[in-house]
Antibody, heavy 121, light 108 residues
Framework: QVQLQESGPGLVKPSETLSLTCTVS??????????WSWIRQSPGKGLEWIGY???????NYNPSLKSRVTISVDTSKNQFSLKLSSVTAADTAVYYC?????????????WGQGTLVTVSS | EIVLTQSPGTLSLSPGERATLSCRAS???????LAWYQQKPGQAPRLLIY???SRATGIPDRFSGSGSGTDFTLTISRLEPEDFAVYYC?????????FGQGTKLEIK
């Protein structure tokens, strides 16, 4: 059974860059059958897809965040990562990583437990 | 982007009853690329249904999905105590994928 675990700072200052890593166990990020996504959930905006990466490095981002988002993959560590720049309080949310199946942006087959990131000085 | 509207916002039912949750899209969802998730407090969402009507691995057959185009339904045939949670629909046929705002299923 694949498991995903998010890690990274729980507190980020406004205007700085949020950085999170998702470690995958019980499966490989190099599998050609899946994409690897980041999703966030906040009380104000609900669930929001941020973007995904394929093992080859190909990415697809939500246009609403595209100018600030970078997702990368490290197949040697079986991890993928999220960077979100120039954060504001509106970026405060629980961030999830997920194994993704299917077309366009896909559906989210397995999720990490989530990590709360608060943007505050 | 496609906006998904779920109704009702809250549904109050008793164990053993049938639950019907609605998800309406602002435009047609390509190829019925619609999923349903269940979320309990403090937990990540869990995939229940994909492709509008296919149950995910390990999901009991009391959960069923139906619909096409702009109107989709999640039905729970006989509610168990563990089914009381928040349910979200998500479309993935058009980019960006989007979620509904959720239906809270609470014990009456």
């Amino acid at each position: 059974q694949v498991q995903l675990q998010e890690s990274g700072p729980g507190l980020v200052k406004p205007s700085e860059t949020l950085s999170l890593t998702c470690t995958v166990s019980g499966g490989s990020v190099s599998s050609g059958s899946y994409y690897w996504s980041w999703i966030r959930q906040s009380p104000g905006k609900g669930l929001e897809w941020i973007g995904y990466i394929y093992y080859s490095g190909s990415t697809n981002y939500n246009p609403s965040l595209k100018s600030r988002v970078t997702i990368s993959v490290d197949t040697s560590k079986n991890q993928f990562s999220l960077k979100l720049s120039s954060v504001t309080a509106a970026d405060t949310a629980v961030y999830y990583c997920a194994r993704t199946v299917g077309v366009t942006t896909g559906y989210f087959q397995h999720w990490g437990q989530g990590t709360l990131v608060t943007v505050s000085s | 982007e496609i906006v998904l509207t779920q109704s009702p916002g809250t549904l109050s039912l008793s164990p053993g009853e049938r639950a019907t949750l609605s998800c309406r899209a602002s435009q047609s969802v390509s190829s019925s690329y619609l999923a349903w998730y269940q979320q309990k407090p403090g937990q990540a969402p869990r995939l229940l249904i994909y492709g509008a009507s296919s149950r995910a691995t390990g999901i009991p057959d009391r959960f069923s999905g139906s619909g096409s185009g702009t109107d989709f339904t999640l039905t729970i045939s006989r509610l168990e105590p563990e089914d009381f949670a928040v349910y979200y629909c998500q479309q993935y046929g058009n980019s960006p994928g989007t979620f509904g705002q959720g239906t809270k299923l609470e014990i009456k």
